[in-house]
């Protein structure tokens, strides 16, 4: 009872302060239109008191009456009219229970890409904030801004001739990937409370002591348990002006049955087979990085980020500064339906580095690929909340995934080519911010 009266005062205070800075917005109208409708809209018969928020091929509008007089003209536009009391939300997740949760009293806008738009009013409101976690984030939608760009086709060039980066890539070995995987899925659970968890790391790290990588294994604590991260780390020979780069994923997994029987195939023994099939292409080169390498494995992600949390927590501002790339490799292998698509996943003020990643994902890889602005529930957030430039690296069917979180998440549902092509772009960005930047 007390926990449930601290947490909807929480909840209470924040709506407070969500109303107050949203009380600026007149009620009017919501418009859900096609991107280039939308914006064409908007430049023809706008008065300039509008505002958009694009997501993909589609865009939210916001205006008065006069604009949606017209705008309602419009074919394949949907309209909403906004009560007095309501105010659009974002609301960005990777906890499935939120994509299917029916929000009383909400109305749904628009839904995709483990995002939700939703109008609410003050009681609705309440109950979507209270689902804030640190996998669920709520917030006014953020108006005048992309928040997922529409699908590119990368299509890497056959015709290309070979390049310093297309050569490195030609090292990577989705053999040892794969045999890396099932080492991890035989463990039979890595649920951080149990001693598989342990298991695993120290797994890891005989793999990393074979490739000669120093590793170490840094404690933290889960409420009263204590748990390990584990660093490998190759020396930069130019550290001083590259940096480091880190390269990261979770180790932890979790199912119904977590103690006994949690494979994390998918989720997450791909991104974690991936960090270390960076670290074998790097030793397989014979390259002398010139910044710092960290090659980092996390436990308690899926109790709330916690390994990420603790890594963070313990870098001082001269360590922050030092990092100029976090890839994040979470759920790389999960793909049903046709084309092989991906997402990035950041804020918007480490634009440079994902347009970077469009760039290399264009030439040296094959999948349509999107990048949401609106960053959370994985280990690439707690770096972005200290403004660290992280991206997380994500299949895009993660929320359709119905082996997520299950006794179900088998090496046997993994789609080799999407993992293949995600760690060519994990593996090229890893060669341009470290190996030869
Ligand atoms: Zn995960």
Known sequence: MKLF?????????????????????????VHVAPADKGFD??????????????????????GGDNFSDEVQKTPDVESFAKRDDEHLYLLTTKDPAMFNYVFPGARVVW???????????????????SKSSPFTKVELLPENQTILTAETICKKAGKAEPD????????????????????MVAVKTRYSYVDGAQNAIELCAKEFAGL????????????????????????????????????????????????????????NGSGSAGVLALARMLKKSGLEPKATIRFVLFLGEEQGLYGSKAYVRNLNSEDKAKIKAV????????????????????????????EKMQELAEKYAEFTIRTSFSAWGSDHAPFLQQRIPAVLTIESEYSS?????????IIESINPNLCENILRLNAATMFIYAVNP
């Open 212 to 267: 000669n990588i120093p590793c170490e294994q840094v404690a933290f604590n889960i409420g009263s348990k204590k748990v390990n991260n584990l660093v490998a780390t190759i020396k930069g020979s130019d550290e001083k002006n590259y940096g480091e780069v880190l390269v990261v994923g979770h180790l932890d997994s979790t199912s119904e049955n977590p103690r006994y029987d949690a494979p994390g195939a998918d989720d």
């Open 401 to 409: 995934n119905p082996n997520y979180h299950k006794t179900t998440d």
């Open 111 to 129: 839904s995709g890409f483990g995002m939700k738009v939703l109008l609410a009013g003050e009681v609705a409101a309440i109950n979507l904030i």
């Open 5 to 29: 009266g601290r947490y909807s005062k929480i909840a209470g205070l924040t709506l407070m302060a969500l109303a107050f800075s949203a009380s600026l917005f007149a009620a009017g109208w």
């Open 327 to 354: 890839l994040n490799l979470d759920m790389i292998g999960f793909d049903a339906a046709d084309p092989l698509s991906i997402m990035l996943e950041t804020n918007s003020f480490n634009r440079p580095m994902v």
């Open 41 to 62: 809209i908007i430049k023809n018969i706008g008065s300039g008191n509008e505002s958009y928020t694009r997501f993909g091929e589609v865009v939210i509008l916001q």
């Open 164 to 183: 310093e980066i297309s050569n490195f890539l030609d090292l990577l070995d989705m053999q040892t990937f794969f045999s890396d995987l099932e080492k």
